[in-house]
Structures are given as C-alpha cells and as structure tokens.
C-alpha cells in the first residue's frame, strides 16, 4: 500500500543515467504558461491533458491536417485520456471540463457514438516559441 506498491513497481524497471552521450528522449511539450499564476487554479492532471492534446495538435500540423481557415481541430476521446492519464472516466470527463471551462479547449461534440471535435486555445499574453532563420529557438 502506499509508496510500497509504487516502489516495487518502479524498482522492476531498469534505469539508465542521462548523460552529456545519451539521447534525447522523446517527449510531451509542456508549456511554460501553463505553470502561471493565472493558472495555478488548473489541476496538474488538466495541464498534462493540455500537453497531450498540444502534442497530438503538433503531429496533425506535420502531417498537414489544418482547416482552411487555418485551426487544427484534434479528436481525443475521453477513453484515450482514460487511458494516457491512468484515470476512471468520470474522471478524465472532470478533467476535459476544466480545461472547457479554463478556456484552454472548445470542445464541439458531433454527435453520438462520434468523437468530440477538439480546438486548442492559449493565453493572449502566453510566451511562444518563434523559431529563427537558422533552426534556433527563442522563447519570446
């Protein structure tokens, strides 16, 4: 019970040390906004949903799945938060209607059955990244 569960998990894992040789990992933007106090009131389960949501939105960009009008619209059901975050689904469903409520997502439903047409929001006042000429990358 307790950490004593969590650490028999965690100690049949194999970990290896980061050093200046090893390679990147692959990771989930985080951004920084997200640790603002204009938004502290936002649970740490709603900012990693957010970071998911933001990853999934950057891999349809790539790929070329932007509107015309330029938004890229996600689909990412409460079953994949469900699962991606370990939670009940009464849970994730909280979790999708704080970020609704914070401003973070509009959440369109198309119906039953069918998933829910997700759009990202930001900040106004939210420091971006603006990539330069020469590939770097500078937080604004």
């Given amino acids: 019970t307790g950490f004593d569960g969590w650490d028999r998990r965690i100690m049949s894992q194999k970990f ?7 390679l990147s990992a692959s990771y989930i933007p985080f ?9 502290a009131g936002l649970s740490n389960e709603a900012k990693v949903l957010y970071a998911l949501l933001l990853d999934r939105a950057s891999i349809s960009r790539q790929n070329g799945y932007v509107a015309p009008d330029g938004t890229i619209r996600i689909y990412f059901t409460v079953e994949q938060a469900q699962k991606k975050l370990h ?21 369109k439903k198309q119906g039953l059955g069918k ?10 006042d939210a420091k971006l990244i603006q990539p330069k000429e020469n590939g770097a990358i500078s937080h604004e």
């Fill in 115 to 124: 998933p829910a047409l997700i759009t990202l929001n930001y900040p106004a």
């Fill in 16 to 22: 290896l040390k980061f050093t200046s040789e090893s």
């Fill in 31 to 39: 951004p920084r906004f997200l640790m603002e106090d204009s938004l």
């Fill in 87 to 107: 939670r009940s689904r009464q849970c994730a469903t909280r979790i999708f209607h704080e970020l609704k409520f914070s401003g973070l997502i509009c959440r």
